[in-house]
């Protein structure tokens, strides 16, 4: 169930789940770097960024102004390999970055989708947090929080299983 948070917001936050890429690091670093720990008997991913979206195509390279996301999704250990939770955790990521673009821009290709969303990782927190992403894997599914901190609006939705891994049983 969506709780006071529009569709396209809901979209962003899960749009900007799929940036990974680093600022100011060589390239060799950013392979290497973990993404993945373990805390607890948890996996855990967080991750800040400093992103903009591109507005138009062809658009001689307009972008939105810049925000900040703080990411997190975690899962214990005992649910999932941690190879499931990195793909399971891609798999959202791309889905959602294609159908945000989509929204915001009826007309754009998935292609162009992908790398509509410029976003760079940032090492500590460079002012405020626009929007904060809490995703949880347990046994009943995956459960997303995502807060709007600039209007303070809150969304809860969750997922099954089945419907994530398009998994039906024989």
Known sequence: M????SNRILMLAFLLLSAV??????LNTVLARDLVRVLQDRY????????????HAGSGGAFSKPFTVNRKIEAPQSLLSRDQFVSISTQLFVRNRIA???IIRPDIEPAEAITA????RIANKKGEIDFRI?????????KFE????ASGTHSVDQIEWAAV???EPE
Request: aromatic share 4%; with cysteine; proline share 0%.
């Open 117 to 120: 969303v410029k976003c760079r």
């Open 2 to 5: 969506m709780v006071g948070i």
């Open 134 to 142: 809490e995703i949880s894997m347990a046994r009943d599914g995956i």
């Open 146 to 149: 995502i807060t709007d901190e």
């Open 21 to 26: 890429a680093a600022h100011g690091d060589s």
């Open 100 to 102: 945000f673009a989509t």
């Open 165 to 167: 891994l398009n998994f």
């Open 44 to 55: 855990v991913h967080e991750q800040l960024n400093r992103c903009q979206v591109r507005m």
